[in-house]
């Protein structure tokens, strides 16, 4: 296994749409395995694998919640979950507020209105099927991940002036790791 690099806005890499996955051969296993570190050593909860500079339609989530929900502080438990292929069958028509990151859009949160359901298809990377109904913050996680195998950040849901703030705030943040690195 390998933690690879994450591209970042405004890479063009990460306008890209992705491709069907066809073949699910060991390539693609490493490639799951490698962006399940990845997503892990970032930390982050969610990669899409056009973040990695593959453009295929595949992504993994951990929501690695803590063990006892009432304790924040308490070990997380780990659930890695691959969706390849994944479709959105239905969604509800309630649109619900969180507050997403991206580990494109680094160290920058802002929040976005996605349904609260969808009924969701999906393949492991087996090429099993699955289809199931999903809410929560999988439900979001997995819209906002599906939006990378569009070329879509999800800052590309805010206003054109919230986005202009998050991009300002992120040249800043920048600007300061380079001073920090200097
Ligand atoms: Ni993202």
Redesign the pocket.
Known sequence: MAIRRIYETPDPMLRQISKPVETFDDELETLVADMLETMYAAPGI???AV?VGVPIRLLVIDLQEPEDPEDPESPTVKDPKVFINPEILWHSENDVPYTEG????PEQYAEVMRPDRIRARWQDEKGKTYEEEIEGLLAVCLQ??M??LNGV??IDHLSRLKRDMVLKKLAKWRKEQQQKAA
């Open positions: 969610g990669l899409a973040q991206c580990l494109s859009v906002h991940e939006d990378h950040l999800f």
